[in-house]
């Protein structure tokens, strides 16, 4: 499959190149500098050393020192003598000055060099950033996994033979990359996490699409059977009429539901939707929640707690959705004339925290693990008989997480549900911060 060039392939790798060039240029300039005054140092030791044979002098302790002015010039002392090293000095200066320049051009030759060096050498781990583009996209070809190929096939590896054992993997297999080359260890390991959460992404846009489909397939074939009853009875029985009319709009609302859940999640995912921060008051968004559910739900008892005024930082029409879809899971599974509290408090970290409890049919742990899980219903109770689509937790999850919140969930199973959001906490600098816990504002309401 022929790859694809210009936006899909990764950023250069010249830079990395120009940072290698530069750094050996640098260490070259260094060690050349180093190497030019030790040749300097030993050639005027190893002159001094020849005078004084010359003139037969021995001894370590003689007192030995240089005499530099601009009229002598260079004058050697040792003992009882004195020798002129001026020509000499000179002509080792001329000398250096020559290896200087020849190393210069070293350099220079080395640079251009180097550079174009340093990009051949990069370039098969840049087409291994190509390859792991083409993983992305899943146009790679089913094979064998790297880990069953023959081992004279890693023989001699280099670089590309990553790109090879990228290319042989299948997106759906668990597979990993593995090339036999000790130098490659860690960039395996890396790739090889990549495809990992790959993997479990693709697994689940899979299981997504294929749930969706089932939920989609159940109102649409309720609706088609409703409608051949009302082509073949409809016309003249009027509780077949009634009844059709009442399933139809039930299961059209269950669709449209379920597709505005849907939109709101693949604009989510995508970045496109729109969330208006701003400061506001977390305790008046609660008591609007518990006024609306006492008006249209007369078969639990609401209870309101607030111990103060509360401030958050957010999009509040986001937060309220996030409370009411867990309100709504707590009607659901609250028998008739069980008590719903919904309550904002803080914690002992000075967090703000949002509350709704039930003393409903309660969760096991495993089903706390899932709850989140787009269309995860725990059986038998949580089902589709409730009305739900099993996607109101993942929107809520998806909110909080958005306002750099979290979720804490405690459940036991006949005893109820406590759901927490905590949201973090509002800086006190902030000229919109206005905080009262100590006002005697305690708000606790029944329903």
């Known amino acids: 499959m022929k790859k694809k060039e210009t936006s899909e392939r990764p950023a250069s790798n010249k830079s990395l190149a120009k940072q290698i060039n530069n750094y050996w ?17 030993t050639a005027v030791i190893v002159r001094c050393i020849a005078e004084e044979a010359q003139y037969g002098v021995k001894g370590l302790l003689l007192p030995r020192y240089f005499d530099i002015s601009k009229e002598a010039g260079v004058i050697y002392h040792f003992g009882e003598y004195s020798v002129d090293l001026d020509n000499f000095v000179v002509v080792l200066i001329c000398c250096l000055a020559a290896l200087c320049i020849s190393e210069l051009i070293m350099l220079a030759a080395g640079a251009y060099r180097g550079g174009k060096e340093a990009r051949r050498i990069l370039k098969p781990i840049n087409d291994i950033a190509v390859s792991a583009v083409d993983i992305a996209s899943l146009q790679l070809s089913s094979s064998v996994p790297a880990e069953t190929a023959p081992a004279d096939e890693h023989k001699d590896v280099d670089f590309s033979d990553l790109q090879t054992a990228i290319n042989k993997l ?15 260890e860690g960039l395996e390991e890396a790739v090889n996490s990549l495809l990992d959460r790959m993997r479990e992404s693709y697994l689940q846009q899979a299981q997504f699409v294929s ?10 074939a309720v609706i088609k059977g ?20 009442t399933a139809i709009n039930n299961e059209s609302e269950h669709i449209g539901k379920l597709v505005e859940q849907l939109l709101f999640l693949a604009r989510g995912d995508n970045g496109r ?35 103060g005024e509360f401030m958050a930082y957010g999009d509040v029409s986001m937060i309220k959705q996030a409370v009411r879809i867990l309100t709504d899971n707590a009607k659901k599974y609250t028998p008739d004339g069980g008590e719903i509290v919904l309550r904002v408090k803080r914690n002992v970290k000075g967090e703000v925290c949002v509350e709704v409890q039930d003393n409903g049919i309660g969760m096991n742990q495993t089903d706390i693990e899932h709850i ?18 099993g996607l109101g937790l993942s929107i809520a999850k998806w909110i909080v997480d958005r306002h750099g919140g979290r979720f804490e969930v405690s459940s036991v199973v006949g005893i109820g549900t406590r759901m927490t959001v905590v949201l973090p906490k509002l800086s006190p600098d902030s000229a919109d911060f206005i905080l009262n816990d100590e006002k005697p504002a305690t708000s606790r309401f029944r329903g």
């Open 273 to 307: 939707q729109t969330v208006n921060m701003d400061v506001f008051s977390l305790s008046d968004m609660m008591k609007d929640v518990y006024s609306e559910y006492c008006l249209i739900d007369d078969k639990h008892e609401y209870i309101c707690d607030i111990n």
């Open 211 to 220: 749930d969706a489909s089932h939920e989609l397939r159940t109102p649409i």
């Open 25 to 41: 240029i640098n260490a070259s300039l260094g060690n050349f500098i180093a190497l030019d005054i030790i040749v300097f140092f």
């Open 170 to 184: 299948d997106p759906t297999a668990e597979a990993h990359i593995h090339t036999g080359n000790s130098d490659l």
């Open 372 to 389: 989140f899980e787009r269309f995860y219903r725990a059986d038998p109770a949580r089902s589709r008989d409730t009305g739900g689509c």
């Open 226 to 245: 409703y409608a051949g009853m009302l082509a073949r009875w409809g016309k003249t029985d009027e509780k077949v009429l009634d009844e059709a009319i």
